[in-house]
């Protein structure tokens, strides 16, 4: 077993992403992006100001009569989804010049006549759909006012001081010569506001990017505001996601209950009753032949041995006092030390990560079916076990991977009823996931990334309607 770390100790004891390097010369370089969706903006606002003219005008033509309303509707429902083609643009527009997240929104129809089978009812839908009238508030009124807002103070800003640098020139080239003191006043007033307007361009310039940025953050929390899907949207995923996961856990569990009960009745169960019935044999047999007992005495010391030792080959299926006593990286030096191919293990997790108790346990399982899949299917001479941890895609939290790589023949995949297909539904009842890359003649590298949680929440879960993942068979 090889110890690495490779991950530095942050001050909390689960990793975070570290903060984006450069302060000043980050915000230098992200102008250029920044002042483009600022530059489009003004663009966009006297394109969108036309529209909007347009679209009040045709409120106010809209008479009362039967063809005033359908051409009033008419109007509204083309308006909504351009402001939702607009919105869509903007978030990209968005994402591309900062970099930050919005909250997708889910299109889907929340109505019944939004889940018709016919296309022109499901459009209509827009209507019902609190998420269109949004975005069309956006895209008349607030993104205009914010864009109009953001394009006047820069160039105010840039304008201003540029204007006291010129007319402090041409207060210098309009003083007469001589020494007079109208000359030495009028030049040195001229001077003064080519020094103002000089010193207040190089402030704005200098203050430019950080002037830029907050237009921009100001941008993306109105859109994030409006342009976002609800909470309450994205709770019910999740709590769907949960309910997923709890009924995946809850299968994975009953799956591996049975096969352990088919294991017991085929393997110890028979063992014993043969040996109840030797022992049986052996006293009617040890008075009348001695020699014949004394062979069947053997014999079910035989069964004995071999039912202890099948008992012993199940019971790892469970926790093993190692893991309980000293920890993951213990239990799996003890796991590779019995495959049946020489393995190597790899520990790269940082000494400061705490990994939960729940979260060993279903490694160890995890890394045991791998390791015994490893023996059993790839024909492989050797095999590398990795323990590492990772920051999730998202930023936030940390994931715990297992990988392992072995030189076999490759072809390995996910097929039910195999040890790949039980990794797989345990991983789906911990939130985790599961990356197998096997082709043709190897290798084989099986990657498996579990999501870190801090003990409380593993006690809370533990504490829910969910039931704890069931060990995997031998």
């Known amino acids: 077993m090889t110890q690495e770390s490779t991950i530095s100790a942050p001050t909390n004891p689960y990793l975070s992403p570290p903060p984006p390097p450069g302060g000043y010369g980050r915000r230098w370089r992200a102008l250029p992006r920044e002042l483009g969706y600022v530059a489009l903006s003004a663009v966009l606002v ?58 997708p929104v889910d299109w889907t129809p929340n109505t019944t006549w939004g889940r018709s089978d016919n296309r022109g009812v499901r459009a209509l839908s827009a209507f ?84 830029v940025h907050g237009f921009v953050v100001m941008h993306h929390a109105i859109a994030a505001a409006m342009l976002g899907g609800f909470r309450s949207d994205q709770l019910a995923v999740e709590l769907a996601d949960r309910e997923i996961s709890r009924t995946a856990a809850l299968s994975a569990e009953g799956t591996a209950l049975r096969r352990l009960e088919r294991d017991i009745h085929d393997g110890p169960q028979q063992r014993l009753v043969r040996l109840q019935m030797d022992l049986a044999a052996a006293a009617r047999a040890v008075d009348s032949d001695p020699e014949k007992g004394k062979a069947l005495i053997e014999e079910a010391r035989a069964q004995s041995r071999e039912a202890l030792e099948e008992l012993r080959a199940l019971s790892r299926g469970f926790a093993p006092p190692l893991l309980l006593d000293r920890g993951l990286v213990a239990a799996l030096e003890s796991l590779v030390d019995r495959a049946v191919i020489p ?132």
Request: hydrophobic share 50%; no cysteine.
């Open 343 to 474: 393995t190597t293990l790899l520990d790269r997790v940082p000494a400061h990560v705490v990994l939960p108790a729940e979260i060993q346990r279903n490694a160890y399982f995890i890394a045991s079916e791998l390791v015994t899949n490893t023996g059993k299917h790839s024909s492989a001479i050797s095999a590398d076990l990795v323990l590492r941890t990772r920051t999730a895609p998202d930023g936030r939290g940390t994931l715990l991977e297992l990988v392992v790589t072995d030189d076999g023949q490759g072809g390995a995949g996910l097929r039910d009823g195999h040890g790949l297909a039980g990794v797989q539904e345990r991983l789906v009842g911990l939130g985790g996931f599961l990356d197998i890359s096997s082709p043709a003649g190897g290798p084989t590298i099986v990657t498996v990334s579990i999501p870190l949680v801090d003990d409380s929440a593993a006690e809370v879960e533990a504490t829910g309607p969910a039931a704890p993942a069931a060990p995997p068979a031998p």
């Open 46 to 103: 006297v394109v969108i100001g036309g529209l909007s003219t347009l679209f009040f005008r045709s409120l106010g033509q809209a008479d009362n009569s039967v063809v005033g309303f359908v051409f009033l509707a008419v109007v509204v429902f083309a308006s909504l989804w351009l402001a939702r083609w607009f919105g869509t643009f903007e978030v990209i527009r968005l994402r591309w010049a900062i970099d930050r997240p919005v909250r």
């Open 128 to 211: 019902a759909n609190p998420h269109y009238w949004l975005y069309l508030l956006y895209g008349l009124v607030v993104f205009p006012a914010a864009a109009a807002l953001t394009t006047m103070v820069i160039v105010l800003l840039v304008a201003g001081p540029a204007l006291l640098f010129v007319f402090g020139g041409v207060v210098v080239g309009s003083v007469p010569g001589g020494d007079g003191l109208h000359a030495v006043v009028g030049g040195g007033g001229g001077l003064l506001l080519l020094l103002l307007g000089a010193v207040v361009l190089a402030g704005v310039v200098l203050l430019m990017p950080f002037v």
